[in-house]
């Protein structure tokens, strides 16, 4: 029998990884560490991930970690409707994965962090100000993919959409007329039983 295990607090990116469970109504144990707790900066943890940081996670026995990597794997393994169903759909399930966490995540979190996160005193306006900027060409190549197509690869929810609407969910505190593609894409996968799961099992009230 698989055993799987995944390690990250639900307030953190590991959230992603929950979502991705929910969907493939896989069984799972959970150890919710913190990513601020300094166990996880030394064994037993750091032999599963020397990075020291959370998520990753341990399928009989092989441990992960990189939140986008751990989704395409489980997706893979597991399969179903949410997994590639061919190279040319991994490719492109890659290519918007790494898409959303090279041209997107960074600054969605650094608006984030200065407009919610950090303590009000060192919030810094103009940081918040220029992610915004720095995150409208990507988000309008997204616009305009999701004008022509309802989901990004394959015509159906796959992997490749839970990464990046996973990789945007900050974006769903963001008023933005002029990308109503994105807009309703955004909305129509949190809106997944399981992406509501997930955002519960955070604190949200949703
Ligand atoms: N690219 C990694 C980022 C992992 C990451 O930075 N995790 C944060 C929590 S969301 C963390 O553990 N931070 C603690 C630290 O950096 O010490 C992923 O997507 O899994």
């Known amino acids: 029998m698989t055993t799987i295990k995944l390690y990250g607090v639900e307030a953190s990116r590991t959230f992603r990884n929950i ?6 109504r896989l069984v799972y144990e959970h150890d919710p560490i913190a990513y601020n707790d300094k166990a996880l900066k ?33 997706a893979d393994k597991f399969g179903g409707e949410v997994a590639a169903a061919n190279a040319e759909e991994r490719a492109q399930i ?21 407009t919610m996160f950090l303590p009000e005193a060192e919030r810094k306006p103009e940081v918040a100000k220029q ?5 409208k060409a990507p988000l309008a190549v997204l616009d305009g993919v999701l004008a022509k197509h309802e989901y990004l690869v394959g015509n159906r929810f796959t992997v490749g959409d839970l990464n990046v609407a996973a990789v945007c969910y900050r974006a769903l505190g963001l008023d933005m007329p002029d990308k109503p593609h994105f807009k309703t ?20 009230k949703v």
């Not at 991930?49 to 986008?68: A, C, H, K, Y």
Request: hydrophobic letters at 45%.
């Open 19 to 24: 979502w991705m469970l929910k969907e493939l």
């Open 42 to 74: 030394a064994p037993p943890y750091t032999d599963l991930n020397p990075n020291g940081r959370v998520p990753f996670i341990v399928v009989d026995g092989m441990p992960l970690f990189e939140s986008l990597a751990i989704n395409q794997y489980l």
């Open 94 to 114: 890659t290519q918007w994965s790494l898409w959303a966490a090279t041209s997107v995540e960074t600054d969605l979190g650094n608006w984030a962090y200065h």
């Open 131 to 135: 992610a915004l900027e720095n995150i």
């Open 185 to 204: 894409w955004l909305a129509k996968c949190w809106s997944r039983p399981a992406a509501l799961e997930a955002r519960r099992a955070r604190g949200d």
